[in-house]
């Protein structure tokens, strides 16, 4: 079995094969280009990078603090698309109550009620479900819809699917198809999208960039 490491810079793409059962994506943390909106977009330079081990599952990563840093930046370990199979039995055997109403039957949390509503910290947020990172905090920003606003994913890890009344678009984990919540466009935020991923709190799971902090 094979997989690919992506090695993604603001100024080229290039790609090598490796053994390994997830894709690996480097991410450079960089400052959004586009701060005018709010003061939550923010990056710091040079903090420590995130290493991941991944699990033999590959359910995702899991992260520890690596004692180098290199440039600010962030090595991710994602899961393959559609990688993350379980039956109900199994996911209500590994999610709260909560979790499996959310992430399996679509459900949705109250707004202003989740733990990540106004929470800024840098690092990134992975899936509750199965541990793939989903998005970056420099992508977070303050919406005052009530729940986790976003303007982008990170590369491959979010499906979009029409709603079957047709009116909204849901997001979903790219590896487990866990409901995260709907992306909506057009709305005037000042991102550079111009897009608000609408996330339940209840469906991310968040790794700090600096765990010593």
Known sequence: MGSQILKISPFSYSKSLVSNPTFLSRILLKPAPSRTHNNQ???????????????????????????????????????????????????????????FRILRQKGTEYPGTGEYDKFYDEGIYTCAGCGTPL?????????????????????????RHPDPDGRRIEITCAACGGH???????????????????????SLKFTPADSSS
């Open 180 to 202: 995260l919540g709907h992306v909506f466009k057009g709305e005037g935020f000042r991102t550079p999208t111009d897009e608000r991923h609408c996330v339940n709190s209840v």
């Open 41 to 99: 977009f923010r990056a710091s330079s040079a903090k420590p990078r995130i290493s991941p081990t991944v699990s033999a599952s590959g359910f995702g990563a899991v992260f520890h603090q690596s004692k180098r840093s290199f440039r600010g930046s962030v090595i991710i370990a994602m899961a393959a698309p559609g990688s993350v199979q379980k039956s109900e039995e199994e996911w209500r055997a590994v999610l709260s109550p909560e979790q």
């Open 135 to 159: 998005y970056k905090s420099t992508t977070k920003f303050n919406s005052g819809c009530g729940w986790p606003a976003f303007f982008d994913g990170l590369p491959g890890a979010i499906n």
